[in-house]
């Protein structure tokens, strides 16, 4: 048996409920289309007229359930069989057609099917229309079920262009909606504020007449920062302090990058508003930039880009790869010909966001590094700075490490970064081989100790009975005592705590502090941990203090009650919390010497 052909059978009434409630996210996006059709008539009789000026007029009439939008453009109108052909027919565009000899380019619309959105606001669209190539009327009547009629009208002597009526539905009327005089002017701006084409409302408004020139990329790149900042107002509604210019390798996309004056979680949706042959498209693109741009509103205008079928968003194709490259670039260059005060002002900011993107990001890394602050012996200093400074530099892994060794490494004149604060870490060792002609290295608190000079050994000798006795009563607190020379002199001790003896400490502090069954599971936990190696407290045998206790004759006793105190107040300046025996200890030596100044004192 042969088999047969047949045809989708279409519910034309159903499909334009999708093509009109459902394909747009935007509830007011009727009045976008209807500024483009407008726009693009007015654009293709400039092909035929190049003198001839166009405009578009809206007004309302009636009021309540009467209300009525119109919308009046003097472009090129219509034929009566164009009526039919680009009315009727759901996907097919005047704007693509040959018939106007034009370059589609040109022209914002692309589909044909957004006169249909207009069917969101009204159960019918009447449309006359007067075609400047015969001068014929035509008058297009369409309805929601899919029904339409068209007639020619006999008005001899009117002029070119098209006139198109809705009806307001009841709802729209109680809700609140473009019906409304200021409702609708502002949806006007918000999509046709860059239109060449002069916007009127009510015969007598002109909203876009001062905005619609900043489309033009000679006059954007000559603006004063006055006129610039005064269009991001109008436009983003919102102001702004700093900006610069991007444009891509083709010259067919730019515009303005808007620095945000507060930080943002870099986490946050992207606020990029785009406008397509001068017609708004969307205020949320996300594509278009790269995801580290979210500390700046940028103001683009693009003649290559491909629109999706909704045109509130674009095709993600090679043209958009492109073009998203370049702009980065483009904003890179930016950043670094900002004025140093201003990039400054930037980075102080919104650096925390730019740590976090530079950690997953290594080309970012790479271009922002030298504007980054980092937390150095002198304070808080960029690495442009710090490698301008010295070719070898040292990093910590966490704050204790750098609280432990950073008079040690002051006094040796060596250059030391915390990198103990969020991101830090990651950062740095991501530019141990990326910085030219610099040495990036993480020091562990021991590295520097091993550099501590010991005494010599007639010294060393007359005190190890005195040391053997002091390791015997701290091992309690894993700690070891050792004697060593080093600088500066009014440093008394220093404590050095590897990273993994405080991990273990921590875990010992916590199950102190915790409830039984907690405490029970960690002290559990440590069970299967590898012992870590102690802690040392390094005692400056060049410390007066230090000195005097161990030249002195004294019954180590005494002795080892400073020692304890030494090791508690090591802790203390250290912001190391006191586990439950060390609050025991720092309590008993605060005892015993209030004691002793009684005894003083009878």
């Not at 009806?167 to 002017?185: P, Q, V, W």
């Not at 520097?448 to 002091?470: C, I, K, M, Q, V």
């Not at 069970?527 to 102690?534: A, D, F, I, M, R």
């Given at each position: 048996?042969?088999?047969?052909?047949?045809?989708?059978?279409?519910?034309?009434?159903?499909?334009?409920?999708?093509?009109?409630?459902?394909?747009?996210?935007?509830?007011?996006?009727?009045?976008?289309?209807?500024?483009?059709?407008?726009?693009?008539?007015?654009?293709?009789?400039?092909?035929?007229?190049?003198?001839?000026?166009?405009?578009?007029?809206?007004?309302?009439?009636?009021?309540?359930?009467?209300?009525?939008?119109?919308?009046?453009?003097?472009?090129?109108?219509?034929?009566?069989?164009?009526?039919?052909?680009?009315?009727?027919?759901?996907?097919?565009?005047?704007?693509?057609?040959?018939?106007?000899?034009?370059?589609?380019?040109?022209?914002?619309?692309?589909?044909?099917?957004?006169?249909?959105?207009?069917?969101?606001?009204?159960?019918?669209?009447?449309?006359?229309?007067?075609?400047?190539?015969?001068?014929?009327t035509t008058e297009w009547r369409g309805k929601a079920d899919g029904t339409y009629q068209v007639r020619t009208l006999e008005t001899a002597g009117r002029e070119p262009g098209t006139q198109l009526f809705l009806r307001a539905k009841t709802d729209l009327i109680l809700d609140g909606s473009c019906f409304e005089a200021d409702i609708l002017k502002e949806t006007l701006m918000k999509y046709g504020a860059m239109l060449e084409v002069p916007i009127?409302?009510?015969?007598?408004?002109?909203?876009?007449?001062?905005?619609?020139?900043?489309?033009?990329?000679?006059?954007?790149?000559?603006?004063?920062?006055?006129?610039?900042?005064?269009?991001?107002?109008?436009?983003?509604?919102?102001?702004?302090?700093?900006?610069?210019?991007?444009?891509?390798?083709?010259?067919?996309?730019?515009?303005?990058?808007?620095?945000?004056?507060?930080?943002?979680?870099?986490?946050?949706?992207?606020?990029?508003?785009?406008?397509?042959?001068?017609?708004?498209?969307?205020?949320?693109?996300?594509?278009?930039?790269?995801?580290?741009?979210?500390?700046?509103?940028?103001?683009?205008?693009?003649?290559?880009?491909?629109?999706?079928?909704?045109?509130?968003?674009?095709?993600?194709?090679?043209?958009?790869?492109?073009?998203?490259?370049?702009?980065?670039?483009?904003?890179?260059?930016?950043?670094?010909?900002?004025?140093?005060?201003?990039?400054?002002?930037?980075?102080?900011?919104?650096?925390?966001?730019?740590?976090?993107?530079?950690?997953?990001?290594?080309?970012?890394?790479?271009?922002?590094?030298?504007?980054?602050?980092?937390?150095?012996?002198?304070?808080?200093?960029?690495?442009?700075?710090?490698?301008?400074?010295?070719?070898?530099?040292y990093f910590t892994h966490s704050v204790d490490d750098f609280r432990q060794v950073r008079d040690l490494a002051r006094t040796r004149g060596f250059e030391l970064i915390n990198g103990g604060y969020t991101f830090d870490t990651n950062l740095l060792t991501m530019l141990m081989d990326m910085i030219p002609g610099v040495k990036l290295e993480m020091a562990e608190p021991d590295r520097f100790a091993g550099d501590l000079e010991s005494l010599d050994?007639?010294?060393?000798?007359?005190?190890?009975?005195?040391?053997?006795?002091?390791?015997?009563?701290?091992?309690?607190?894993?700690?070891?005592?050792?004697?060593?020379?080093?600088?500066?002199?009014?440093?008394?001790?220093?404590?050095?705590?590897?990273?993994?003896?405080?991990?273990?400490?921590?875990?010992?502090?916590?199950?102190?502090?915790?409830?039984?069954?907690?405490?029970?599971?960690?002290?559990?936990?440590?069970?299967?941990?590898?012992?870590?190696?102690?802690?040392?407290?390094?005692?400056?045998?060049?410390?007066?203090?230090?000195?005097?206790?161990?030249?002195?004759?004294?019954?180590?006793?005494?002795?080892?009650?400073?020692?304890?105190?030494?090791?508690?107040?090591?802790?203390?300046?250290?912001?190391?919390?006191?586990?439950?025996?060390?609050?025991?200890?720092?309590?008993?030596?605060?005892?015993?010497?209030?004691?002793?100044?009684?005894?003083?004192?009878?």
């Amino acid at each position: 048996m042969l088999s047969q052909d047949y045809r989708f059978q279409v519910n034309l009434g159903g499909m334009i409920d999708i093509l009109s409630n459902h394909i747009y996210n935007s509830k007011d996006v009727y009045i976008r289309e209807l500024l483009q059709n407008a726009t693009d008539a007015v654009r293709a009789r400039k092909k035929i007229e190049p003198d001839y000026q166009g405009n578009i007029h809206v007004s309302l009439s009636g009021s309540d359930e009467n209300t009525t939008l119109i919308f009046e453009d003097n472009g090129i109108g219509l034929t009566n069989a164009e009526v039919h052909d680009f009315l009727a027919t759901i996907a097919n565009s005047s704007k693509g057609s040959k018939t106007f000899d034009i370059d589609e380019n040109d022209f914002i619309g692309r589909f044909g099917i957004g006169l249909l959105s207009c069917f969101i606001a009204s159960p019918e669209i009447v449309l006359i229309t007067t075609s400047a190539r015969n001068h014929e009327t035509t008058e297009w009547r369409g309805k929601a079920d899919g029904t339409y009629q068209v007639r020619t009208l006999e008005t001899a002597g009117r002029e070119p262009g098209t006139q198109l009526f809705l009806r307001a539905k009841t709802d729209l009327i109680l809700d609140g909606s473009c019906f409304e005089a200021d409702i609708l002017k502002e949806t006007l701006m918000k999509y046709g504020a860059m239109l060449e084409v002069p916007i009127i409302f009510d015969d007598n408004q002109v909203l876009n007449n001062w905005t619609q020139v900043y489309a033009n990329k000679e006059v954007l790149q000559n603006c004063s920062a006055d006129e610039i900042l005064q269009l991001g107002r109008t436009l983003l509604h919102q102001d702004f302090a700093d900006y610069f210019y991007i444009e891509n390798n083709t010259g067919e996309t730019y515009g303005i990058a808007y620095i945000l004056p507060y930080a943002v979680q870099m986490t946050a949706k992207q606020h990029h508003t785009v406008y397509l042959n001068r017609m708004f498209v969307t205020e949320t693109n996300d594509n278009l930039l790269p995801k580290w741009a979210f500390f700046t509103r940028t103001l683009l205008f693009t003649n290559e880009l491909q629109p999706v079928a909704s045109r509130e968003d674009f095709y993600k194709n090679e043209t958009l790869e492109k073009t998203s490259a370049s702009l980065g670039a483009a904003l890179k260059n930016g950043l670094v010909n900002l004025e140093p005060k201003k990039l400054d002002k930037l980075i102080a900011t919104h650096y925390m966001a730019f740590k976090s993107v530079a950690t997953e990001d290594e080309e970012f890394l790479r271009f922002i590094y030298p504007f980054l602050p980092f937390r150095t012996l002198d304070g808080e200093e960029k690495m442009k700075e710090i490698t301008e400074r010295s070719s070898t530099i040292y990093f910590t892994h966490s704050v204790d490490d750098f609280r432990q060794v950073r008079d040690l490494a002051r006094t040796r004149g060596f250059e030391l970064i915390n990198g103990g604060y969020t991101f830090d870490t990651n950062l740095l060792t991501m530019l141990m081989d990326m910085i030219p002609g610099v040495k990036l290295e993480m020091a562990e608190p021991d590295r520097f100790a091993g550099d501590l000079e010991s005494l010599d050994p007639e010294t060393d000798a007359a005190h190890t009975a005195l040391l053997t006795f002091l390791n015997q009563e701290m091992r309690q607190y894993d700690v070891e005592i050792a004697l060593r020379k080093f600088e500066p002199e009014d440093l008394p001790m220093l404590f050095i705590n590897p990273s993994s003896t405080q991990f273990y400490r921590e875990m010992e502090r916590s199950a102190e502090e915790s409830n039984p069954l907690f405490g029970s599971i960690i002290d559990s936990l440590r069970q299967n941990v590898e012992l870590p190696p102690q802690s040392t407290l390094y005692l400056n045998f060049q410390n007066p203090v230090i000195q005097k206790l161990f030249t002195q004759k004294r019954a180590p006793e005494k002795m080892l009650i400073i020692v304890e105190s030494l090791y508690i107040q090591a802790l203390l300046l250290g912001h190391y919390p006191l586990k439950q025996k060390e609050r025991t200890l720092m309590n008993q030596n605060y005892l015993q010497l209030l004691d002793q100044i009684g005894n003083i004192a009878e």
